[in-house]
């Protein structure tokens, strides 16, 4: 057990380690190096000892153009422990650290609850689907929700904002929250986000749902079949202890291993929704960052993504041995190797997730 | 060989939605390759013919610079699909390849390569492509077919991986090695028939993901807004307020429902090929 | 021995298909028998003769698509398919229990032995007056089949062994003091020792609980040591039922029993002599006119590919079903 959890985290850091390095030479190796860019700028600027420019520069990037490139690799680390991601340029004067801790939680929240929706909706949808298979109902859920899934996100988004915002002015247009009002624990805030988020967790969800539910119910349909269940009905248990306690939990369990997969889809989608409902989380920055050719904030924005996700990740891995008793105890005779999460049954990824 | 087209021949015909989702995409791929040959983008659009309703001149009426929207999306159907057909196969490549020698070879080129799997299949892709795509502002085909398969190509990988793997200690295995074939005619003869399903189905589904991200990257202006595609179509009608009116409804819904057309077939073709390599889900 | 005393389950003229209309596949067609309490009943046959739907048809668990078309399963003259849900549950385990092949898959792998049986004491709470009484005869049944109490009540079922597993299977079958326990091939799953233990545990359990056993299997050794009464099934129909004795030493016998007996290679025998069984079991879609085992019988007359054969009982109630075995029967010449 403690081995499972030790390996998880040392992954987790190991990746995290890996992409902020690649951050780091990715700023350096771009065509045109920015920084020397940035340097000549200030210095045509031409009120600026040398001294003062690499200390602008040092601030901006986090880094000290002169040193060798192993020194500044280290400092970059450094900084980067330290919370420090340099300074934003299409923000000047901001941290870049300062407006990713403001734009993380919108976007924790919306892609958190458009998870859950989307989970809840799906797994629901799914399992009635394996409960009456034949149906016309069944027959006709599939059929919609192969088609939803096929659809692009943004595309949703954008037929969303179409019809519902301007032309028959049902939800905001955009933004998090009304203009004006105040921010804090009261009513008329948390009523205006509600609001302002509704369109963009339905663009998230809609598309979302339909995965869930029919590996939900690829899922339960092998669970009702497998032996076990039949062995309970033997015993003459009842339905409902059944359906709870011997096909929910086994057919819900393939289903967490999927969350991690989804999770890292949902945060690469968030660049597209943000954006098209002007929702100030982690990926509108990203690309404002980048049509503003503003490198600190991308790679602080784009470091900070991938964090999420490695954490998110992470959670799930451990929480996984709480509800599948499998994991914490190896078996008899058999390889007691516990096996993550992510190792069992590769299923196919939701259109559009094989790439991203 | 043959008997596989028949079974899919058979399949198509039993579930008509796979069969239209062949059909749609054979019409797409011909207007891709022909389209450009019959019609043609004037240079200069002309102010005054902008956002016409549909007529037999401009079955779908036109944009904002007077330019035909059916025009447009027979046009730019090619950019899109060759992307897509090239992510995919570049995909499906570096991942059966990578796969085909970790699980093969083992030992320290299996733990490398599988370390570099976890950070591909972690890393969210869709970021990573856009920070790479504005960084490297290209709109070659092939680069920009590099660059969305960059993160594509780590679950293929471990899939073909565990099978070559398990492959590897079956018994057919060490009976063809102990009969001394060449590591050629194993991958050829053993490997790759039993890994061939999955990877054809993940060929296609890649192309719908290559698809999804690179009209993304268009609709972003992460990708250089040159030439005419889907994309770029529905980039330009909202940057000219396609959203706040109902004018230019065709030139915004029009991409839209062509990409959506496309990607439908995709997923609708692939499951006759689901069912095709996985009988039991067979449909009868 | 004829029986006299009042079955504890019958099966009469008992027809389980799969699938509907004319294609349907008739895994157990027209099986009847007795048994009788007390019995040690063994219903043998090759994989796919319709013995083990035959056995989930005796507590109406038969997987679906198939179902019962034509006869029934009385438990105590009650017939199964005339009960409501509520009173199948109420007899399944309580006085009807069955332990599944293998017993490998026979356990939720996310719970405890313990909740699962916890569970069984739940849905059947009026047998036991409390949880406390309930898991106390559990201990004293685990120890009957020779199982430390406290570790299998703790355990998820990765954490057992084959072997194990088919002998908490046994407790937990017997838990609710049924008066019937049905076994699907219990030794067959298992290695020589495991096998060993767990005849000898059902044995003892026979004789200390007076259980009926009905138990489905393909090895004529476990039926030699164990059973009391035999039926012999082939595709689907019964062949061949009486005692134990009847079936392995009367010389009135069914040609596929007959050849099975004699299939079995003797240690005793100068050098080891397989006899197969030439050809092959029929397939269920596409059965042979008349007797189903006449394409493969050296006994094989006209009549018998025209017409199948009853099942005809001599004095004693040993019945067989072949023309020509019984045509000496009914013409006088056997008794």
Redesign the interface.
Known sequence: MISYVGKRVA?AV??IF??VSLSFF?VRL??GNVMEFLENQLARQGDLTTQQIQQQVNAIYGVLPSAPVWRQYLEYIGHICQGNFGTSISHPGQSVAHIIANALPWTIFSVGVSLIVSFVVGIAVGTVMAAAQASRFTKFIT?VV??L????N??IA??L??FL???HRLFPQGGAYEAGVPIGWNLPFLSSVVRHSVLPIASYAIVGFGGWALQMKGSAISTLG???V?????????RR?IMQ??VG??SL?PQVTLLALSL??M???S??IE?FFNYPGI?YY??SA??SRDYSL??G??VL??VS??FS?LIVDLLYPL????IA?P????KGRPSAP?EIE?Q??P?????? | MREFFRDLWRILWADK?ALTGAVLIVCYVLVAIFGPLFVHLSSFGHQSAAYLTPSWHHPLGTDSLGQGIATELIVGTRPIMEVGLL?AII?TFVGVAIGLLTGYLGGWVDIVAM?IV??A????????????A???HSSNPFVLAAI??V??WA??A??VR?QAISLRTIDFMAAARIQGLPLRNIVGRQLLPNVGPYVA??FL??I???I??E??LF????APLSGTNWGIM?NLA?SQG???T?KSMLY?LCP?AA??IL??A???FS?ALDSLFNPRLRVQ | MTVTSEPVLSVNDLTVAFGAGPGAIKAVEQVSLQVAPGDIYAVVGESGCGKSTLAYSM?D?I?PPGRVTSGDVQVRGRALGSMSRSE???????EV??V?QAAM????????IG?QVE??L???NRVFDSAASGRAYFDELLGMVRLPTERIWRS?E????GGMKQRVAIA?ALLLHPSILILDEPTTALDVLNQRLVLDVLRNLHASLGLSVVFVTHDLAVVAELASRVAVMYAGRLVESGTVDEIFTDERRHPYVAALISAIPSVLAEGLQVRPIAGQVPNLAELPAGCRFAPRCPLARAICREAEPPLVADRTGHAVACHVVNEKLVEGTVQ
């Open positions: 992954t190991f990746i890996v992409v990715m771009m065509p059929l192969s088609f899934s096929a659809v692009p943004y595309l954008i037929l904002i179409y915002t301007d032309t497998a032996e076990y039949r062995v309970a009905e033997a015993r003459g248990l009842g202890r306690s011997y939990r086994n369990l890292g889809f945060f690469g989608g660049v597209f954006q990926g990203l690309i980048v049509n991308m790679m924005c784009f993504i991938t996700v490695v990740n509800i599948d008793p499998r105890r078996s008899v005779g058999r992510r590769e196919p990824a259109v559009g997730g094989t790439m991203a | 939605s992510a995909t370390r976890d950070i299949l972690t890393i969210p892709g869709l970021p990573l492509i856009i920070v790479i504005a960084v490297i969305l398969s993160t594509g679950g293929l471990r899939a565990s189905i993940h589904l890649g719908t993901g290559a999804y991200a009209v993304g609709l972003l202006g992460v529905i909202m396609a959203l706040y109902t915004l839209m990409i959506v990607q439908v995709f997923v609708f499951r | 507590l668990v997987p199948l549950n109420q007899l399944r385990s309580a229990s069955m599944f898959n026979s356990f939720n792998p996310v719970t405890t909740r569970d069984l739940e849905a059947h998820y990765h954490q057992l062994s937990v």
